[in-house]
């Protein structure tokens, strides 16, 4: 089944805690989707999980505590895992055929630890988005530019690898690739610059 209206982007979320990297992501994603008219769920929380205030008060966002198979167990053909080890490249033909989009909620890591493979053994059609790793919200943003903009691929304004300056003797290089703003910098999770720079003396590899 198709349809024509809002997608459905669901994060499965696969790390133990929501640590404040994850929060920002999330809440990036829903007030995206919330914007554009889609819906997004984030799946799989433990019960026990306090979903954050912010997050809570986005109209559009759903918590579940079900998985994105339990969810979808009658209608698998639907979903559309994106996965930077499938063999074939999203394209925007794949919004008529698809109308849930489906990402590991796992925080990305360098080099990557394909920690997308526990989605990809449930056995959902997979997409690439190009070769590089994208942190979630902007893989879950270049998805809805393809999907529901018609935007191919190959003609996303990307920025790779840049280079976040704090102040004249501190920066920091962001191992992803990232959708460009319209003042050219990268588009990122609002506070996420403030809570790296805050988190200067601690290694990019500590915050995953
Ligand atoms: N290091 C990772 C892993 O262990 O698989 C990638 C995690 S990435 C930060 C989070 C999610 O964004 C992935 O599970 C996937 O759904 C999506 N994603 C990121 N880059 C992608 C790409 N180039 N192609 C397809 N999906 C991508």
Same mark, same amino acid.
């Given at each position: 089944?198709? $349809?024509?209206?809002? *997608?459905?982007?669901?994060?499965?979320? /696969?790390?133990?805690?929501?640590? +404040?990297? $994850?929060?920002?992501?999330?809440? %990036?994603?829903? =007030?995206? $989707?919330?914007?554009?008219? %889609?819906?997004?769920? /984030?799946?799989?929380? +433990?019960?026990?999980?306090?979903?954050?205030?912010?997050?809570?008060?986005?109209?559009?966002?759903?918590?579940?505590?079900?998985? !994105?198979?339990?969810?979808?167990?009658?209608? *698998?053909?639907?979903?559309?895992?994106?996965?930077?080890? %499938?063999?074939? @490249? /999203?394209?925007?033909?794949?919004?008529?055929?698809?109308? !849930?989009?489906?990402?590991?909620?796992?925080?990305?890591? #360098? +080099?990557?630890? @394909?920690?997308?493979?526990?989605?990809?053994?449930?056995?959902?059609?997979? &997409?690439?988005?190009?070769?590089?790793?994208?942190?979630?919200?902007? %893989? !879950?943003?270049?998805?809805?530019? =393809?999907?529901?903009?018609?935007?191919?691929?190959? #003609? !996303?304004?990307?920025?790779?690898?840049?280079? /976040? &300056?704090?102040?004249?003797?501190? $920066?920091?290089?962001?191992?992803? &690739?990232? =959708?460009?703003?319209?003042?050219? *910098? +990268?588009?990122?999770?609002?506070?996420? =610059?403030?809570?790296?720079?805050?988190?200067?003396?601690?290694?990019? #590899?500590?915050?995953?």
């Amino acid at each position: 089944m198709t $349809s024509a209206g809002g *997608k459905t982007y669901i994060v499965e979320h /696969l790390d133990e805690e929501l640590g +404040p990297w $994850s929060e920002l992501e999330y809440l %990036a994603i829903a =007030v995206e $989707s919330h914007d554009a008219g %889609a819906k997004f769920f /984030l799946s799989s929380l +433990p019960p026990s999980f306090k979903v954050p205030e912010a997050l809570n008060a986005v109209p559009s966002f759903t918590p579940e505590t079900r998985s !994105v198979e339990e969810i979808y167990a009658s209608d *698998k053909s639907r979903v559309c895992l994106l996965d930077p080890a %499938a063999a074939k @490249d /999203l394209s925007p033909e794949d919004g008529d055929s698809f109308d !849930v989009f489906l990402f590991g909620g796992i925080l990305g890591d #360098d +080099p990557p630890r @394909d920690r997308t493979s526990e989605l990809r053994k449930k056995g959902f059609e997979g &997409r690439r988005l190009g070769p590089k790793q994208m942190t979630t919200d902007t %893989a !879950v943003r270049v998805t809805r530019m =393809v999907v529901e903009d018609k935007t191919r691929l190959l #003609d !996303v304004p990307y920025l790779d690898y840049p280079e /976040l &300056r704090f102040n004249e003797h501190e $920066s920091t290089e962001m191992p992803f &690739r990232y =959708v460009a703003g319209t003042d050219g *910098k +990268p588009i990122m999770p609002k506070g996420m =610059v403030e809570l790296i720079g805050k988190d200067g003396d601690k290694t990019l #590899d500590d915050m995953f």
